[in-house]
């Protein structure tokens, strides 16, 4: 497995798997995932796979230490002491001890709050001191722009290990990416096959067609490739195997620059400053 160092000198691995809609109920899917080599889970509460997820860890046997496990705090529970509760109910509910990542899931913004650069940093005041008690080992942020990572980095402590974001071919955020290279956050991406509306692209068709592998692999190793960890979602066996046989190929500085550029497609409409709403899907 290949591994990715963060901006804190933790490891964790370079791919994981996403239990969003895939696991409910279902503590036999993760266990696949573990069995196709999978090393990262990607859970959160509003998934309603945490208890699965922790379940699925110790039936299969594999040291806790080897599996990085990522939770998030859901947007409805921002806040210092709403934080301090909504972490204390995942990590019960995954019957671990600590969790490997915790992110904000969303960030507050000014629909919703009369302050929410002030919520934010509440919100991550809270991490900090879960951090410092030994119960997270690294904590991050997902769907941030940089104006609310800007105003996060004004009163953190600590800086986000991480963030992620909706990252495909067809809508990649070059701004946020860039600002998160540029500030150490390392990027992962959820969505990253954009659930399945790149597939009938000819770009990516011709693309795997001369590498021999399938349009999903080109876009999880264009991923890898940006600097970036893909958290692919798989129901069967044969596509979680498919999704994680992406480290043996390479593409080529023109084939990234062709991908790049692609226009978009398949964006979820979920923004940062307009939640609950969202946009119209392209």
Known sequence: MKTIQLNNGVT??????GTYKTAENDVSIILSALECGYRL???????????????AIRESGIPREEITVISKVWR?????????????????????????????????NARNFNNWQKTNAETWRAMEELLEEGKIKSIGVSNFWPEHLEALLDSAKIKPAVNQIEFHPGYWQPETTQYCKEKGIFLQAWSP??????FGNEILIAIANRHHKTVSQIALRWIVQQGVIPIPK??????????????DFVLSDEEMELINNLPETGFSGERPDLWPERMPQS
């Not at 964790?12 to 798997?17: C, D, L, N, S, V």
């Not at 096959?193 to 790149?198: D, K, S």
């Open 234 to 247: 798989a129901a069967s066996k044969e596509r979680m195997n498919e999704n994680f046989d992406i480290f």
């Open 76 to 108: 409805n529970d921002l806040g210092y002491h709403k934080t301090k509760e909504a972490f204390a109910k995942s990590l019960k509910q995954t019957g671990l001890n600590y969790l490997d990542l915790y992110l904000i899931h969303w960030p507050a």
């Open 12 to 17: 964790i691995p370079a791919i994981g798997y």
């Open 41 to 55: 889970l990607d859970t959160a509460s509003i998934y309603k796979t945490e208890q699965q997820t922790g379940a």
């Open 193 to 198: 096959l954009a659930r399945g509306r790149i």
